[in-house]
Nanobody, 129 residues
Framework: QVQLVESGGGSAQAGGSLRLSCAVS????????MGWFRQAPGEEREAVAR????????YLLDSVKGRFSISQDNAKNTVYLQMNSLKPEDTAMYYC??????????????????????WGQGTQVTVSS
């Protein structure tokens, strides 16, 4: 069983930075894709960033490109979301998730929330103007 625990959320001023961490336990190859998703009140949950832990490929939502980055520390079994130049519209609950990459190649990490089997409890990010 894969377990995910997020940390690092909080409040920031517009233009500021936050780094979210997702500690992963019980890792299996069926959870090779790690994603950061966010959901604002009344909005759909969307994929902000994804990483294939096997090959390191990363994917970013267009609206966060140039501001956010996703990375991993395999020794610590942790995935990070570095958020710079924060905007008020980045305010949301952020979730870490794990799922299987597209088969058979095992390269691409899906964007859909239904492709991720394991979820953390979420961490709130609030950006004020």
């Amino acid at each position: 069983q894969v377990q995910l625990v997020e940390s690092g959320g909080g409040s920031a001023q517009a233009g500021g930075s936050l780094r979210l961490s997702c500690a992963v336990s019980g890792y299996t190859s069926n959870s090779n894709c790690m994603g950061w998703f966010r959901q604002a009140p009344g909005e759909e949950r969307e994929a902000v960033a994804r990483i294939n832990r096997g090959n390191g490929n990363t994917y970013l939502l267009d609206s966060v490109k140039g501001r956010f980055s996703i990375s991993q520390d395999n020794a610590k079994n942790t995935v990070y979301l570095q958020m710079n130049s924060l905007k008020p519209e980045d305010t949301a609950m952020y979730y870490c998730a794990a799922g299987q990459p597209a088969q058979p190649a095992g390269v691409y990490c899906y964007v859909g929330v239904d492709r991720y089997d394991y979820w953390g409890q979420g961490t709130q990010v609030t950006v004020s103007s």
